[in-house]
């Protein structure tokens, strides 16, 4: 059952990811470039803990997770930055 509903979020954060990039295909915004990255890595970092069993190869899973939130903070400061330019 745990397999199943991490393969379940990693669906999700790949379809999430096709949205986001499908965004980002119309209107060329970067957030949406960056969103769609940081889903996918998210993604994967799910899709890799359906492999690892033991806690102590787990542990940097929590830095590629980690590396998806600061993509997302990076995508947000830009957002901001760049609209306070116009």
Do not use: P, Q
Request: charged share 20%.
């Amino acid at each position: 059952m745990n397999h199943f509903l991490l393969g379940a979020i990693f669906v999700t954060c790949a379809v999430i990811g096709l949205l986001f990039l499908r965004l980002w295909r119309k209107t060329r915004d970067r957030l949406f470039a960056i969103f769609a990255g940081a889903f996918w890595i998210l993604g994967l970092n799910w899709a890799a803990l359906a492999f690892f069993n033991r806690e102590e190869d787990r542990t940097w899973l929590y830095f590629v997770r980690c590396l998806a939130f600061v993509l997302i903070i990076i995508g947000i400061l830009d957002k901001n930055r760049s609209s306070r330019a116009r």
